[in-house]
C-alpha cells in the first residue's frame, strides 16, 4: 500500500511539474503574441519564418538603395532644368542681338560672361560633397575654366555612370556624365559644340555683330537644347522606375511580413482557451496532489498505530 502511495505522490508530482511547464508555455505564447519561441516549438515554421525574414531584409535593404540613390536624380534634374534655361536665355540673345537694329553689344557680351559663369557653377553642382556631373571621378570637379577671354573650359571628369540596384532583377544609373549632357562627347551630333564653347561663339559673333555667324550658331544652339532635354527624359525615366520599384517593394514587404504574421503570430482565441485549459490542468493536478498526500499522511499514521 505505502509503495502505491509513494508512487501516485512521485507522479503526482511529475504532473505538476509538467502542467505547470504547460501552464507557463501557455502564458508566454500568449504574451508575446508569437505561436513561436523556440525552433523546437515547429522546426518547419522555424524555417519559413527565417526564409521569410530574410527576404524582408533584402527587400528593405532595396528600399534603402532607393532612398539613398533617388536624391542624388533629383538634383540631377534640377541642374538640368537650369541648363535648358541657360541655354534658352543664350538663343533669345543670338536671336535678339541678331535682329537688333542697333546692336547693345556691352549689355549683350556682360550677359553672356555671366551666363559662362552660371553654367560652369551648375556643371559643379554637388551632392553629398560629391560633383554629379564628373561621372565616377570621385572629388573632381566636371569642368574647369581656364585662364583667358573668354576662358577656356573643359571637361575633367570622366565617363562612368554609377548603377545602384533598385530591385533583385534591376538596376538603374543614378548619375549621367557632364561629357554627355555638356556635350564634351559630341552627344547633340555632328557639327555641335560643347556648350561653353558655343556660348563663347555667340560671345564672338555678337562682339564682331556678325549677323550670319548668329544666324548659324542656332543651329548649334538647338542641338545642344535636344540634347540637354534628352538627358532630362533619361534622368525621368531612371526617377519614375525608383518610384514603381518603390511601390513594388512596399508591396511585396507587406505581403511577406503577412507570411511571416501566418507562421510566428498566434490566434488570439485559441491562445486564450489554451491558456484557460492550462491553467484548469494545473490546478486539477494540484487538488489530485493534494489528495494523494492527504492518502499518503492517512497511511502513515495507520501505520504507526
Not at 535678339?96 to 546692336?103: D, F, L, P, T
Not at 540637354?228 to 512596399?250: F, K, P
Request: hydrophobic content about 40%; proline content about 3%.
Amino acid at each position: 500500500m505505502r509503495t502505491s502511495l509513494n508512487l501516485q505522490v512521485q507522479n503526482s508530482l511529475i504532473s505538476i511539474a509538467r502542467a505547470s511547464d504547460n501552464l507557463t508555455a501557455a502564458q508566454l505564447h500568449g504574451t508575446s503574441g508569437k505561436r513561436i519561441l523556440k525552433p523546437s516549438d515547429d522546426i518547419p515554421g522555424t524555417e519559413r519564418a527565417l526564409s521569410l525574414r530574410s527576404a524582408i531584409k533584402t527587400v528593405n535593404q532595396l528600399a534603402d538603395n532607393n532612398l539613398v540613390a533617388k536624391p542624388a536624380l533629383q538634383t540631377a534634374e534640377a541642374a538640368l532644368n537650369e541648363v535648358t534655361k541657360i541655354i534658352n536665355s543664350v538663343r533669345d540673345i543670338a536671336v535678339g542681338a541678331n535682329n537688333s537694329a542697333v546692336m547693345d553689344k556691352s549689355a549683350y557680351l556682360a550677359q553672356l560672361d555671366d551666363i559662362s559663369a552660371q553654367l560652369l557653377d551648375v556643371a559643379n553642382t554637388k551632392y553629398m560633397d560629391q560633383c554629379i556631373f564628373n561621372g565616377t571621378a570621385s572629388n573632381k570637379p566636371a569642368v574647369t575654366a581656364e585662364a583667358g577671354e573668354p576662358p577656356v573650359y573643359s571637361y575633367t571628369g570622366n565617363a562612368g555612370v554609377k548603377k545602384t540596384q533598385i530591385l533583385s532583377w534591376v538596376s538603374v544609373p543614378t548619375n549621367i556624365p557632364g561629357s554627355k549632357v555638356f556635350n564634351f562627347d559630341g552627344s547633340a551630333g555632328a557639327d555641335s559644340t560643347d556648350l561653353f564653347t558655343m556660348i563663347a561663339r555667340v560671345r564672338s559673333a555678337v562682339e564682331s555683330e556678325d549677323a550670319t555667324a548668329l544666324s548659324n550658331e542656332l543651329k548649334n544652339i538647338d542641338a545642344n537644347l535636344d540634347n540637354v532635354l534628352s538627358c532630362r527624359s533619361r534622368v525621368g525615366s531612371w526617377m519614375q522606375r525608383m518610384d514603381d520599384a518603390r511601390s513594388l517593394l512596399q508591396d511585396t514587404k507587406s505581403t511577406m511580413m503577412g507570411l511571416l504574421s501566418d507562421v510566428e503570430d498566434i490566434d488570439l482565441p485559441s491562445a486564450v482557451i489554451e491558456l484557460q485549459t492550462q491553467e484548469n490542468i494545473y490546478q486539477a493536478a494540484l487538488a489530485i496532489n493534494l489528495r494523494v498526500m492527504n492518502m499518503s499522511l492517512l497511511s502513515t499514521q495507520l501505520a504507526g498505530r
